[in-house]
C-alpha cells in the first residue's frame, strides 16, 4: 500500500491541446478586409461543445477553408457569395467556422479540397464528396472509354469552369484556367495555348452565376465491394482516392490525363481503377519507363517501380502518387514541366519521374502549376510552373523548370524537411525541428510574413507560443496545426 492511505496517486499525461492558425486570403470574405499577413488563431465553433481542440488541418480551396476538429467534425468557412467559389461547395460557408453539415454522424478522418469541390473520409472508410457538378460522381454521366473519352448525357455540355478566379492581368501571360485545348488534334502547342489563355480571360469576364444547381450536395462515392479508401486528394476538378491495398481510384475531369487512363476523357463519371504500376499496359517505350528509359520492362520494371502506392497527390490539372519503393510517377497537364519529365508535354498514364530513382521520394505535393517533393533524406525539389518564385529557386522569372530542381537555400541549411504542401503558386514545408517555411506569390499574404511581397526563396514564418504539427496550403491562404504550449 502506499503512503498515502492506498489511493496510488497517478500522473496523467495530459491530453494535447491543438489549435489551428491562417494566414491570406478567401474571397468574399476578406473582400473588405486586409489580407490576413501573419498568422491569426483559427475559433473553434462555439455550438462545438465537446471540442476544445483541432486534430487535422485540410487546407481548402478557392475561398474557403477546412479543417477537422478533435471530435472529428469536418469545420469549414468562407465566402458566402460570389466573389468567391464557395458557394459552389453547398452548405454556404460562413465567415465564421462552423461545422458542415454531411450526411452521416461518423466522426470525419481525413478530407482534401479542389478549387470548388471537397472530398472526406468517415472513421468507417466511408467517401463523401460534393461541390462542383463535374467533380461529384453521377449516374447521368457516362464516360464512353470505347470512344475515345466521349461523353454521354446532356449534363455538363457547357465547359464553364474555371481552376482559378483571377484577373487576367495578375495572371500575366501565363493565364490558364478555362475550357481545354486539346493537343491531340495536332495544332501547334502554341495555338492550343493562345485559346486557353483567351477561353480563360472570357470567362473570369464573366464569372458563372451563383445557381445552385452547379453544385452538388454531399454524397456519398460508391465503390467497388470491399474497396477501403484509407486517403484522398483533389485537383482542379478531379478527385484521387487510395485504398487500404495502395490502389488508386479516380473521378472527375480528365482532360489532360490526370487522371491516368491513357486518353483525354473529358468526364469520368464514377471512380475508376488507375492502372499506376500495371506493367503490361505499357510498351517499353512508353509511360513508366519513359521518357528518360533508365528502367526495363516487364517484371523487372515493375519491380523496380514498386509494389503498391503509398502517397497520392492532386495539382490543378495534374496528379503524382509515390509507390512503396519511393518511386514518383506523374501524369496530366505539362505545360509548365509540373510533371517533372523534362518536357512541357502532357501525360496521359502514371510516367516515372526517373531524374529521380537514385533518390527515394517520401512525400509530395501539387500547385496549380508547380509541384514539390521530399526525399527520405529531408532534401527538397521543385519542378514546374515558376512566375511567381513558387519553386524556391531564388529565380522569379516566367522560366519554367521541366525536370526536378534541389531546393539549397542557405536558411535550410542542416534542416531536413517533413512535410511538404501547395497552394496556387505558393509553397510551405516544415521541417523536423518544427519550423515553417515559405515561398512563392504572396499577393494576399499567403505566405505568413507580415507582408505582400512575393519570396523566391525559402523564408521563415514566425510561429510564436505554439509547436508546429502540420500545414497545409489552400488556393490562395495557408492553414497551420500547432500544439498549445502548456
Not at 452521416?104 to 471537397?118: F, L, P, S, V
Request: proline content about 5%.
Amino acid at each position: 500500500m502506499s503512503e498515502n492511505g492506498g489511493r496510488e496517486e497517478v500522473k496523467m499525461e495530459e491530453e494535447k491541446v491543438y489549435k489551428v492558425l491562417m494566414w491570406g486570403y478567401l474571397p468574399g470574405v476578406l473582400s473588405h478586409k486586409s489580407p490576413l499577413t501573419s498568422p491569426v488563431e483559427v475559433q473553434l465553433p462555439e455550438n462545438a461543445i465537446d471540442d476544445r481542440s483541432w486534430k487535422d488541418v485540410c487546407g481548402g480551396g478557392c475561398g474557403f477553408a477546412m479543417a477537422i476538429s478533435g471530435s472529428g467534425k469536418l469545420i469549414t468557412w468562407g465566402s458566402a457569395d460570389d466573389q468567391g467559389q464557395s458557394y459552389l461547395t453547398s452548405g454556404k460557408h460562413g465567415e465564421t467556422p462552423e461545422p458542415f453539415l454531411l450526411p452521416t454522424e461518423d466522426r470525419i478522418m481525413k478530407a482534401a479540397a479542389g478549387w470548388a469541390h471537397c472530398v472526406s473520409i468517415s472513421e468507417k472508410n466511408d467517401v463523401y464528396t460534393w461541390g462542383w457538378k463535374e467533380c461529384v460522381p453521377s449516374s447521368k454521366v457516362v464516360a464512353n472509354f470505347a470512344a475515345g473519352g466521349s461523353v454521354e448525357g446532356d449534363a455538363f455540355r457547357k465547359e464553364s469552369v474555371l481552376i482559378d478566379q483571377e484577373s487576367p492581368r495578375s495572371q500575366g501571360s501565363k493565364s490558364v484556367g478555362g475550357s481545354v485545348a486539346h493537343q491531340d488534334n495536332k495544332k501547334p502547342e502554341e495555338t492550343a495555348k493562345r485559346r486557353r489563355i483567351a477561353t480563360a480571360k472570357q470567362e473570369l469576364e464573366s464569372p458563372p452565376p451563383a445557381d445552385e444547381s452547379l453544385s452538388a450536395p454531399p454524397c456519398i462515392v460508391e465503390l467497388d465491394p470491399g474497396v477501403k479508401i484509407t486517403s484522398v486528394a483533389a485537383g482542379g476538378r478531379h478527385t484521387l482516392a487510395l485504398s487500404d491495398v495502395g490502389q488508386v481510384w479516380g473521378w472527375g475531369y480528365g482532360g489532360e490525363g490526370q487522371l491516368g487512363l491513357g486518353s483525354r476523357i473529358k468526364i469520368v463519371a464514377s471512380p475508376h481503377l488507375i492502372p499506376c504500376l500495371d506493367a503490361s499496359l505499357h510498351g517499353p517505350d512508353q509511360s513508366l519507363g519513359s521518357p528518360q528509359g533508365s528502367i526495363t520492362t516487364g517484371s523487372q520494371k515493375r519491380k523496380a517501380l514498386g509494389s503498391y502506392i503509398k502517397r497520392i497527390a492532386c495539382g490543378g490539372r495534374h496528379s503524382a502518387v509515390i509507390t512503396d519503393a519511393g518511386v514518383l510517377l506523374t501524369f496530366g497537364w505539362g505545360l509548365y514541366g509540373q510533371c517533372g519529365l523534362g518536357n512541357t508535354n502532357d501525360v496521359l498514364r502514371p510516367t516515372c519521374v526517373s531524374s529521380l530513382l537514385n533518390t527515394r521520394i517520401k512525400a509530395v505535393a501539387g500547385g496549380l502549376w508547380h509541384s514539390v517533393c521530399l526525399c527520405e533524406h529531408g532534401h527538397v525539389y521543385t519542378f514546374g510552373g515558376n512566375q511567381f518564385g513558387q519553386l524556391g529557386l531564388g529565380t522569379g522569372t516566367d522560366h519554367s523548370e521541366t525536370s526536378p530542381r534541389l531546393v539549397d537555400a542557405s536558411i535550410l541549411e542542416n534542416k531536413n524537411a517533413k512535410l511538404v504542401s501547395c497552394g496556387a503558386r505558393h509553397s510551405a514545408i516544415m521541417t523536423e525541428d518544427s519550423k515553417i517555411y515559405s515561398w512563392g506569390w504572396n499577393k494576399y499574404g499567403q505566405l505568413g510574413l507580415g507582408d505582400t511581397v512575393d519570396r523566391n526563396d525559402p523564408c521563415e514564418v514566425s510561429i510564436d507560443d505554439c509547436r508546429p504539427k502540420d500545414v497545409a496550403c489552400g488556393w490562395w491562404h495557408t492553414l497551420l496545426l500547432a500544439e498549445r504550449h502548456p
